[in-house]
């Protein structure tokens, strides 16, 4: 069973809220899962981003499992694959595709400095191709729609790999700092090391960052020695050292003054 497969099970059996954020070009629906616990903080986690990083997606159904049985507090909204027609090219034999299904990087298509980025390209199906403007994509116009419905107090991106967690852009002030604190607060308890970096634009994070002022992390999960994809026999390590992730974002109140 593959990784699109789990995520379909998981979401016929799912119990609470849940639903789609919206579907891509081909059709393929975007499942979002909701687990409400107390109004604040609310929180958006997305995984999946970028085609050949699902080992995230496996992660995110072990940490909303997790999130049922032991979150006290929050509200945290989880889209396990932003870009299933990407996973599902990966899959298929190209097991190094970024991309959404018709060649777009999605991390490099909202509105945050759209273009300006160091890696950025212009050419179709080549890695970090922009689109034709900010939001050309389904997937990131349903993911925007649904980060303004939710109007979340912090938003979580998760990719692979590296082990390291990026907290800012171009902004300063209180969603810089808060940003800063709350990817010091993962560092604890994940080991990674927190990082600032360059030459970056158009991202998910940058946007709520920069269009939102809305404080978000991305989170880099897998040895860097590993290679794309990660396979899920590394799946439990890296949910051991993602599992407080949550906890510590959601109980830890000093941190949100």
């Known amino acids: 069973m ?30 979002y899962f909701a687990v409400h616990k ?18 995230s997606t496996y992660l995110a159904l072990r940490q909303i499992k997790d999130y049922i049985l032991h979150g006290k507090r929050g509200t945290v909204y989880f889209i396990p694959a932003l870009n299933p027609d990407g ?13 959404n299904g018709k060649g777009v990087d999605l991390n490099v298509n909202f ?11 212009n050419i179709k199906g080549q890695s970090d191709y922009i689109g ?3 939001f050309s994509e389904s997937e990131t116009k349903a993911i925007r729609e649904f980060t303004l419905a939710v109007r979340p107090n912090l938003t979580i991106s998760y990719h692979s790999k590296g082990e390291e967690i990026y907290y800012e852009f171009i902004k300063a002030g209180r969603v810089l700092d808060l940003s800063y604190k709350f990817a010091k607060a993962v560092a ?13 634009a158009g991202g998910y994070k940058d946007w709520c960052i920069y269009r939102l002022n809305v404080p978000s992390l991305t989170i880099e999960v897998g040895e860097d020695s590993l290679s794309h994809p990660i396979g899920k026999e590394h799946l ?18 000093s941190l949100w003054k």
């Open 2 to 31: 593959d990784v699109l497969e789990e995520l379909s099970l998981f979401y016929r059996d799912y119990k609470d809220e849940k639903g789609y954020i919206g579907f891509t070009d081909f059709g393929t629906p975007i499942p």
């Open 38 to 55: 107390t109004a604040f903080p609310t929180i958006i986690v997305q995984y999946s981003i970028h085609a050949r990083e699902y080992i």
């Open 87 to 99: 996973i599902k090219i990966c899959l298929q034999g190209s097991p190094l595709y970024k991309a």
């Open 111 to 121: 509105d945050a400095l759209w273009g300006k980025g160091d890696s950025n390209s």
């Open 132 to 134: 034709t403007h900010p």
């Open 188 to 200: 604890r308890v994940t080991g990674y090391k927190v990082k600032k970096i360059k030459g970056s």
């Open 236 to 253: 439990n390590q890296i949910y051991e050292k993602n599992r407080q992730v949550l906890k510590v974002l959601t109980e830890k109140r």
